[in-house]
């Protein structure tokens, strides 16, 4: 019978159940929760940084997606606010688009 110990996704339970197995789950405290949504969020990442196909890529993008919606949600705040602020952010500083890779900065 394999461990996991890892938060999953809303309906998981459901559909272990539907599969014939019985899951063991319990409900994290708020500070559980947002330790397991980073540590979620960086196992994504990794699987975005490893995957190979394009399909595969957007699959992990729309995962990491999902937990910073829930992390938006967390401080409560929306996916529209945090855009909203990174296009601030982008006209103030710009994006990342050009490629630019600073090496150093030395006084004049």
């Known amino acids: ?4 110990n890892k938060l999953i996704r809303n309906k998981i339970p459901q559909i272990i ?3 014939g197995k019985t899951p063991t789950t ?3 405290s708020e500070d559980e929760y947002i ?6 969020t960086q196992e994504e990442l ?4 490893e995957a190979k196909t394009k399909p595969d890529k957007l699959e992990e993008l729309s995962d990491l ?5 829930a992390l938006a949600e967390h401080e409560g705040t ?3 606010e945090i855009n909203n602020i990174r296009k601030k952010k982008a006209k103030e500083r710009g994006g990342f688009s050009d490629r ?4 150093e900065v030395t006084d004049n």
């Open 46 to 49: 990794t699987e975005y940084i």
């Open 26 to 28: 319990r409900i994290l």
């Open 100 to 103: 630019v890779f600073l090496i």
């Open 78 to 80: 929306t996916l529209e």
């Open 35 to 40: 330790k397991e949504l980073c540590k979620k």
């Open 65 to 69: 997606l999902e937990l910073i919606n």
């Open 17 to 19: 159940k539907a599969n």
């Open 1 to 4: 019978m394999p461990t996991y």
